[in-house]
């Protein structure tokens, strides 16, 4: 009952609160409903749309979770782990809702004419929630515990094998010289992950302490995390007074609990109980993402060393069907090529279709008539894999191509990275930094290049791009790199998945972001 | 001959000791009892050890995909689980520290076992005690209502509703329940149990009241057919005809003369059923999001966490021999001829 009586508006104290912040807020809302017109998918919801209120408690039910939760700010693990440390700590950029960067703890990060140092500003007058000061002596800390060469963290796989830790120096308490091993003309977005929020010289995970607009009150993996305004943040501060952050293993223990008004916000509604929500008089909150769970062939074994099989395999999905069957229809199309928000994405290059008769007659060129494969996949790819692979042997049939699915429990074992053909999953990140984890030979640092492609050409291009501060020839070198891979190379990209969310009526101030669920889970945006 | 036929099995591995003072007996059996029951707790203990250890290697299936590109990660877990020493070495440092209480850490989060699990266990323990305390007077009391009128219009009306509950699995029951009086019809009560950090779920009564329903409806269906057997039974028997015929009024006889024979066949069907709840109704916890040990049992298993899952199946197994052991001890103290039979 406790959640039921608290989404009263407050009384007395609260209410003069309320009074006093009025005007902040009207202008905090007006700025939100103006964004949110910009948007589409009428997001946002914002109810009425009137100012948002101060005060209550907001109660996210977060899905996933269990035992293995952390609240270690640089490797978070599950679903509420990530809306955890995304509310405690701050990078020092942000991506914002529309996949840009944008200034955070830094004021400016700015390399050098020729991108092998780089000069970071800390904003002046942050602090943490402890009330120290945040300085560079703490950016430069933080950034040495993701990227330690022998035990880097998953947002320190290329910043520990570019950064020069010798060279590197804290000038004074605002400013930090990141010295590089060669120039690097994207580094600034790869200080802008959720997993490198910046933390002080003395953190202690058992009482963290970070920059965010809420902070730490308690924690129990599984279980319920508890987190308060932070009164001192340096942008908006937030509407709620607390955060709380439930896990949920179960959806319909999720949709029922926001059903029945005892949480407000949810992420990763199924797709089947959209109606439900939206019946009930809740919001569903639709985002892009850049998140995608491809087909994967070897390059280098055959039958798939010959690019005219690659080429056929990608000519026999149906992408359209692939989304709506797998995913519902809420997802967006994809090309072959990963990387969509990427300024540099190949747009103009013509949209794969499903082509059988050319699929057939590229099969027959390469004498691989009746052509048969096995396709790995497993549950613990993504709950869209099994889905896809299935639908797959069905399209496959039409152009004579025999698959037989192998459904591996669990898929990431040995073999991992050794399957023929099998699949994969991926969340958003830009070309670059993607295509060097994920396409180039492991030991120049593609821990997880499943297609085993091998292409000077191509990461000739990748390598010089990332060292080209023009943006406009950077962009001009990875539409080539794209286009090799667009026409050789082993990935099916057939989709992109939406964000799909779901919040209570009384909840304002919602907005997708491509970046992450819920806004990025920007909960100080939020108001009850 | 039929009370003969109702008596539980202890009985029988009990030789009566003979020519010893009534309450030495008595501590020789009851001694003799926990003997039994310990060793079975040992025996489970090896079965355990020995089915956790074919989970497969719970440092790979901890990393995941990263298992081949962190090396580090994987030598730290290794060094964790003591893999170079033998299985029985193993074993035995095991069985230590659960002797004295230090199950180990987790290997999901490196947080000591006990103290994840102990709330939990409480949790699930309050879970199970509530629907014991409304299960119990309301399947006895359905079923001498059904003995009264047995095969009248009553009787037929509540043993159909009862082998329908029967038949319908408890997460059915439960969903039925959160759609009538959470989210579609009625709004009335909580549809999970939310739990604060440093609180119990029972600090908001109403969200106990679903979850305890669902585990109402789910087991008082046996006990109470199964009580409502044993009392027909009893009331064809030759004493109660007797007890009639001397004109003791219906309810006395059905109080003090059925009642208290037919007791004991319902305590043994109890203790199974609270037994099963206590091993964690991992449905039911997973609906209601209730923080028991069902749910955390599925998560240690699916994150191959081997410590939890051991220091789980431990409680488990010896909530289990427990419930059965105290029932044991009442249905001989619920039965005059046993209990003579001891003490000679």
Not at chain 1, 175 to 197: F, Q
Not at chain 2, 15 to 34: D, K, M, N, Q, S
Not at chain 2, 211 to 235: F, G
Request: charged share 15%.
């Amino acid at each position: 009952m406790n959640q039921i009586r608290n989404n009263v508006p407050g009384i007395s104290r609260r209410q003069l609160l309320k009074y006093s912040g009025l005007g902040v807020a009207a202008v905090a809302g007006g700025g939100l409903l103006s964004a949110c017109g910009g948007g589409d998918d009428g997001g946002g919801g914002n109810g009425g749309g009137g100012p948002q209120n101060n005060g209550g408690i907001l109660i996210h039910g977060a899905t996933g979770g269990g035992s293995k939760d952390t609240l270690d700010p640089h490797q978070p693990v599950t679903n509420p782990d990530i809306a955890r440390v995304s509310n405690l700590f701050e990078p020092l950029l942000f991506w914002n809702s529309n996949y840009e960067l944008e200034p955070a703890l830094a004021e400016s990060v700015e390399s050098s004419s020729d991108g092998s140092k780089w000069t970071i500003k800390m904003r002046s007058g942050v602090t943490f929630h402890n009330g120290k000061p945040v300085t560079a002596e703490d950016a430069w800390f933080s950034i040495q515990r993701v990227a330690d060469p022998k035990k880097p963290l998953s947002a320190g796989g290329q910043l520990s094998q570019i950064i020069d830790f010798q060279s590197t120096k804290v000038v004074d308490d605002t400013t930090l010289e990141l010295a590089l091993k060669a120039p690097y003309a994207i580094l600034d977005s790869l200080l802008a992950e959720y997993t490198l929020g910046i933390i002080p010289t003395d953190f202690d995970l058992a009482n963290p302490v970070g920059t965010g607009a809420f902070q730490y009150k308690s924690f129990e993996p599984g279980k319920t995390s508890v987190f308060t305004k932070y009164a001192d943040y340096w942008g908006d501060a937030a509407f709620v007074d607390e955060l709380h952050i439930q896990d949920f293993t179960d959806d319909n223990a999720k949709v029922n609990a926001l059903q029945a008004g005892q949480i407000q916000t949810v992420d990763n509604l199924p797709y089947n109980l959209i109606e439900t929500i939206k019946g009930a008089g809740g919001g569903v909150l639709i985002s892009e993402t850049g998140a995608w769970v491809p087909f994967t062939m070897r390059v280098d074994v055959a039958p798939f060393s010959d690019v005219k099989v690659r080429q056929a395999m990608r000519l026999i999905v149906d992408r359209q069907a692939m989304i709506d069957q797998t995913l519902s229809g809420y997802g967006s199309l994809g090309n072959d090529l990963y990387a969509p928000f990427d300024a540099a994405y190949a747009n103009d290059l013509p949209q794969r279709e499903q082509d059988i008769d050319q699929a057939k007659s590229l099969l027959k060129e390469a004498g691989h008539e009746g052509l048969q494969v096995e396709l790995f996949t497993g549950d613990d790819i993504s709950s869209v894999a099994p889905a896809a692979a299935n639908l797959f042997v069905e399209q496959a049939k039409l152009a004579g191509v025999d698959v037989k699915v192998t459904k591996k429990t669990p898929f990431y074992d040995d073999d991992y990275l050794s399957y023929p053909f099998a699949q994969d999953f991926w969340n958003t990140r830009n070309y670059i930094p993607q295509a060097a984890v994920g396409t180039f030979p492991p030991a120049q640092g593609g821990t997880y290049n499943e297609t085993h492609w091998d292409n000077a050409e191509h990461r000739d291009l990748v390598n010089t791009a990332a060292q080209t501060l023009d943006e406009a020839k950077r962009n001009d070198l990875l539409h080539q790199a794209q286009e090799i891979e667009y026409n050789e190379g082993g990935l099916i990209i057939w989709g992109f998945r939406q964000q799909v969310d779901g919040y209570a009526a009384n909840v304002q101030g919602l907005e997708p972001s491509k970046y992450l669920p819920l806004g990025s889970y920007k909960f100080q945006k939020v108001s009850v | 001959m039929s009370q003969v036929a109702t008596l539980p099995d202890p009985l029988e591995e009990v030789a009566p000791p003979r020519g010893r003072h009534g309450g030495a007996a008595w501590a020789v059996w009851l001694l003799r009892r926990i003997g039994l029951a310990l060793l079975t707790l040992w025996l489970v203990s090896v079965l355990v050890y020995v089915a956790t250890v074919a989970l497969g290697d719970p440092v790979r299936a901890i990393l995941g995909r990263d298992y081949n590109s962190n090396p580090g990660r994987v030598a730290q877990l290794e060094a964790q689980l003591n893999a170079d020493q033998g299985l029985v070495a193993r074993y035995f440092d095991w069985l230590g520290g659960l002797l004295t209480g230090d199950p180990g850490t987790s290997l999901a989060n490196q947080q000591p076992v006990w103290g994840q699990i102990s709330a939990n266990v409480l949790n699930t323990l309050v879970l199970v005690l509530l629907a014991a305390a409304v299960m119990i007077p309301l399947a006895f009391g359905i079923a001498m209502i059904s003995a009264h009128y047995r095969r009248r219009r009553p009787d037929t009306v509540i043993q159909t509703i009862l082998l329908g509950l029967a038949g319908v699995p408890e997460f059915v029951i439960g969903i039925l329940l959160v759609a009538l009086f959470s989210t579609t019809v009625f709004h009335v009560l909580p549809a999970v149990t939310l739990v604060s950090p440093t609180g119990h779920p029972w600090d908001q009564p109403a969200g106990m009241v679903l979850p305890v329903a669902t585990l109402v409806l789910a087991v008082t269906p046996y006990v109470s057919r199964i009580v409502r057997a044993t009392l027909l039974e009893v009331l064809d028997s030759d004493y109660v005809e007797l007890a009639r015929l001397k004109g003791i009024p219906e309810p006395v006889v059905m109080r003090k003369h059925a009642l208290l024979n037919a007791i004991v066949p319902g305590i043994q069907v109890i203790a199974l059923q609270l037994a099963w709840l206590a091993g964690g109704v991992v449905l039911v916890e997973t609906l209601f999001a209730y923080p028991g040990i069902g749910r955390q049992l599925v998560d240690s298993v699916r994150n191959h966490d081997v410590p939890m899952v051991q220091a789980l199946s431990m409680i488990i197994a010896a909530v289990y021999i427990a419930v059965n052991l105290v029932a044991d001890i009442l249905s001989i103290l619920l039965t005059p001829r046993a209990r003579t039979a001891i003490s000679q």
